[in-house]
């Protein structure tokens, strides 16, 4: 019987099984790309927004232009995923912080003091770009 008269509830059990073992082995190896995207965009937003751009993502990773497209639609995609990635990165040195803290009212001050007054308010391993990718991710939010 020829394949192309195979329809797709005819498909056998082991073409699914082969496509899942690609779709699982290289799931792993595009999230890796994506993530050092992002990590490499945070990176720039140290030196400010200007200093964002494309070209200095794929330089700094030394990814291709085309792989970069593939993952993101362009830069303002890239800042949402910054965005989402400076979150979840602050949300684990909240829980960090306050993991050993009983009192919730205390780790709600914990955690206050860390939104208003940055993380050197507690301690100092407080990163001495924070302040510029701050301010640069705070003016840029508006624009998207």
């Given at each position: 019987?020829?394949?192309?008269?195979?329809?797709?509830?005819?498909?056998?059990?082991?073409?699914?099984?082969?496509?899942?073992?690609?779709?699982?082995?290289?799931?792993?190896?595009?999230?890796?790309?994506s993530r050092r995207i992002v990590e490499a965009a945070y990176a720039l937003l140290d030196e400010g927004l200007a200093e964002l751009t494309i070209?200095?993502?794929?330089?700094k990773t030394g990814l291709s232009r085309r792989?970069?497209?593939?993952?993101?639609a362009g830069k303002d995609d890239l800042l949402l995923a910054v965005f989402e990635y400076t979150i979840l990165l602050a949300s684990s040195h909240y829980r960090a912080q306050v993991a050993q803290v009983d009192d919730p009212l205390e780790r709600l001050r914990i955690v206050v003091t860390l939104i208003i007054l940055g993380r050197p308010a507690l301690d100092d391993t407080g990163d001495a770009n924070e302040g510029r990718r701050a301010a640069a991710m705070s003016r840029e939010h508006l624009r998207l």
């Open positions: 019987m020829p394949a192309s008269s195979i329809t797709a509830a005819d498909t056998p059990g082991w073409e699914e099984r082969s496509v899942q073992r690609v779709v699982a082995g290289g799931r792993e190896q595009l999230l890796e790309r070209r200095a993502v794929l330089k792989a970069f497209y593939e993952r993101f």
